[in-house]
């Protein structure tokens, strides 16, 4: 009766309909960076309220408004890692192209501008490396994780790829359904090897480019007015490895290759209001709307080096949250600038969607989808609201330009927040990993310096970032009954960093 049930439920789960992805994934494709030009990461991005710069084209479109003459720019920067060492796909440091821009501006009237834009920035940079090494195990093991919940009928469960490798490995003839395998003949109890430690390492590359189209203008000099409409590129690319040492010698290697790819659409408006006349002292404000984003991923994973049969590859959706953000910003004569900006996130609000139909064909096909309601439990319950916080400043001296500033985002991931890998959801059936990081708040800090020479412009930065975080190699405090006894297989956390260093040059040009 079991063995039938078991099946049942696995058959159940291959047939489910295109995927939603899972919580984690949702939070790091939604999460975004510090860049953009190099005189506004050089301010901590805090020129939201002060604009005339193009990397405020996203943050507060009403920026583009304060441009007085044509400009042109072209960022590029080189970005590294330290704490880790090069593996597989993944490097230490990479040269990035990160900005290309343009702004016309016209003017219609005594104080009066129109302008238009259009400014290319990556929004997100993957460039990461992650390692957890060597931790005494002391018998919890992922590949007893998913014994476990095969024979605990009490809870039902959505069987992932990685569980299906694992079962594999553990019956004959590579048969997903053979049980009596797993079954010692004496006591009639389910057992796994022991195991004395684990190895993990992924390596993931790509990046979030944003194609992004503005119109702005003033009324008066005092009201700004600007909306962008954004286009984003997605190019995800992991290779992980995670080995577990059993106590009889035998390592059991799991290893998968993951990818991202896909586009997205928002919408961002913005207001910048000078309070008064014969002041310089500006507050902005901006909403940006959901990424509503169409989304394909693939994996291909293979265990002690036998390739899982299936290479899974999906199309689903995934809805980022609102954002709102509030500015400040004064400069003192020709000399000082200083800006503040506030945004905020509810990452709770994140939707992923099953895609279920399709309509027509070619050119004119077109899906429906539906929200995982499984998985967006789980979204709510790991994930929470974040706020980020800029201040920077800047100082003239003649030709040349002084900056800095800081910037800070709350914790994406809850404390207490687990991958969990027994629900009953798509987003877990595909799934060919059960790693996560509960990644903590980000601390970013830059310095800048800027020369001007007649209608050319030179900026640097340097930003500095750091994100401490738990990581886990399978979801934790974990309780199975197996034949009246409970079994416990709660990894500890493994403290991780991702310090990164980033270096921007940008060139610009007024016309």
């Not at 995934?318 to 600038?337: C, I, L, Q, R």
């Not at 995982?372 to 609201?385: A, R, W, Y």
């Not at 709350?410 to 790693?435: F, H, N």
Request: proline share 3%.
């Amino acid at each position: 009766m079991i063995k039938s049930i078991i099946m049942a439920v696995v058959l159940a789960a291959m047939s489910l309909p295109l995927s939603a992805q899972d919580a984690y994934d949702a939070a790091n494709i939604t999460s975004e960076d510090l860049n953009g030009t190099a005189r506004y990461v050089g301010m901590g991005g805090a020129m939201d309220a002060l604009g005339a710069d193009l990397s405020t084209i996203s943050s507060n479109p009403a920026g583009i408004g304060i441009f007085r003459r044509s400009h042109i720019s072209g960022t590029i920067g080189v970005q590294g890692q330290s704490g880790v060492e090069n593996f597989g796909i993944g490097s230490k440091a990479h040269v990035s192209f990160d900005q290309l821009g343009v702004v016309f501006s016209t003017r219609t009237g005594m104080k009066k501008f129109l302008n238009f834009a259009f400014n290319y920035n990556k929004s997100r940079d993957f460039h990461q490396i992650v390692r957890a090494s060597n931790i005494t195990f002391d018998g919890m093991s992922q590949h007893a994780q998913t014994l476990a919940k095969f024979c605990d009928m009490a809870r039902p469960y959505c069987p992932s790829a990685v569980d299906k490798l694992y079962l594999r490995k553990y019956t004959s003839n590579n048969s997903l359904y053979d049980f009596d395998k797993l079954i010692d003949p004496v006591d009639s109890m389910y057992y796994s090897n022991y195991v004395d430690a684990f190895d993990f390492a992924r390596a993931v590359t790509g990046y979030i480019g944003n194609y992004n189209l503005n119109i702005s203008g003033n009324i008066n000099d005092r009201v700004y007015l600007g909306a962008t409409v954004g286009l984003h590129d997605v190019h995800y690319d992991s290779n992980m490895s995670y080995s577990e040492m059993q106590s009889n010698g035998e390592p059991i290697v799991l290893s998968e290759d993951h990818q991202i790819t896909g586009t997205g659409i928002d919408v961002n408006i913005g207001i910048i209001i000078r309070p008064w006349a014969e002041s310089p002292f500006r507050i902005g404000a901006s909403i940006s709307t959901p990424t509503w984003y169409t989304l394909t991923s693939s994996y291909y994973d293979c265990l002690n080096g036998v390739q899982m049969p299936e290479a899974f590859a999906y199309k689903y959706r995934m809805n980022t949250p609102w954002k709102f953000g509030v500015s400040a910003g004064h400069t003192f004569g020709e000399k000082y600038a200083v800006g503040f900006g506030y945004e905020y996130q509810d990452y709770t609000s994140c939707d992923v969607r099953i895609i279920d139909e399709y309509y027509g064909y070619g050119y004119d096909e077109y899906s429906r989808s539906q929200s995982d309601d499984e998985m967006k439990h789980e979204i709510t319950k790991n994930l929470k609201g974040v706020h980020s916080f800029k201040i920077g400043g800047e100082m003239r001296l003649k030709d040349f330009a002084l900056r800095a500033g800081y910037n800070f985002v709350s914790r994406i991931y809850s404390k207490e927040g687990v991958r969990d890998q027994t629900i009953v959801s798509p987003g877990v059936a595909y799934a060919s990993s059960t790693d996560y990081t509960n990644w903590g708040d980000t601390h970013r800090v830059s310095v800048g310096v800027g020369y001007s020479y007649h209608k050319l412009r030179i900026d640097m930065a340097y930003q500095y970032s750091i994100t401490k975080g738990e990581f886990f190699p399978f979801m934790k405090d974990d309780v199975h009954v197996l034949s009246d006894v409970s079994y416990i297989n709660a990894v500890p956390a493994t403290e991780v960093k991702n310090i990164r260093h980033h270096l921007l040059l940008t060139m610009g040009y007024n016309f």
